[in-house]
């Protein structure tokens, strides 16, 4: 891995190769890699794709014209086992608090489930508990045993990202890997739909607020980015 041919994970936006490797060898644990679903396209989607060439990959990818890049960087070198899907963010109603973030709908059809998920999307800036809800939008779209790989460990907004997973999904997720940076989580078994924590419900106002918020802002962003193309 990492060759002369390999694709920089240490950019700006990048996940760093580091926090890759501590990701991709937690997925030795498994007995196969079948399914990989990432959030967030870019660098990674290639790299996910030579590492892992008999494996499916699906990207989602919030903006159009990084959706479209990602797509053009694969098709260029040869990498068809991987595929981005653009998929507009959309407000996700769960555990009665509205949260910004990938449409579970952009898998219909598709009846797969999936033995890893990276959470590197969306932007943080635009959408403060998008990557939070990920896990809420997918969780039932990951085998027992699956890899979760979330990015930007070292921010205090992803490890409250973290914390109210634990208070959803309980003994559903552990902790298996982390870095300064990156942490990396199991799912060990089902998740109950019928659970109702009541931890959550004094976050549920203040994130329906800030989604609302984020709904704005990303719109606008989005909107300006076309109009600049």
């Given at each position: 891995m990492f060759k002369k041919n390999d694709w920089d994970l240490d950019g700006p936006?990048?996940?760093?190769?580091?926090?890759y490797m501590t990701f991709i060898s937690n997925s030795g644990s498994l007995s196969s890699v079948e399914n990989i679903l990432e959030l967030g396209s870019g660098n990674s989607t290639c790299q996910l794709a030579k590492?892992?060439?008999?494996?499916?990959?699906?990207?989602?990818?919030?903006?159009?014209i990084y959706?479209?890049?990602s797509e053009e960087?694969?098709?260029?070198?040869?990498?068809?086992?991987?595929?981005?899907?653009f998929s507009p963010l959309r407000l996700l109603y769960f555990?009665?608090?509205?949260?910004?973030?990938?449409?579970?709908?952009?898998?219909?059809?598709?009846?797969?489930?999936?033995d890893l998920m990276l959470i590197d999307g969306p932007?943080?800036?635009?959408?403060?508990?998008?990557r939070e809800a990920g896990l809420y939008?997918?969780?039932?779209?990951?085998?027992?045993g699956s890899i979760i790989g979330l990015d930007d460990y070292h921010r205090e907004r992803a490890r409250r990202t973290v914390a109210n997973w634990f208070i959803i999904f309980g003994s559903a997720i552990e902790i298996v890997d982390e870095t300064k940076s990156f942490v990396v989580l199991r799912k060990t078994k089902e998740y109950p739909e019928n659970l109702f924590n009541l931890n959550m419900l004094f976050s549920t106002y203040s994130s329906t607020v800030i989604s609302l918020l984020g709904?704005?802002?990303?719109?606008?962003?989005s909107t300006k980015k076309s109009l600049i193309r």
């Open positions: 936006w990048g996940i760093g190769k580091e926090d590492d892992f060439p008999n494996t499916k990959i699906i990207s989602l990818e919030s903006s159009s959706a479209q890049e960087l694969l098709l260029s070198n040869s990498l068809h086992n991987a595929v981005v899907l555990k009665r608090g509205l949260f910004l973030t990938y449409s579970p709908s952009v898998l219909q059809g598709k009846s797969c489930r999936f932007p943080e800036n635009s959408c403060p508990r998008g939008a997918f969780f039932n779209r990951l085998s027992v709904l704005f802002k990303y719109r606008f962003v």
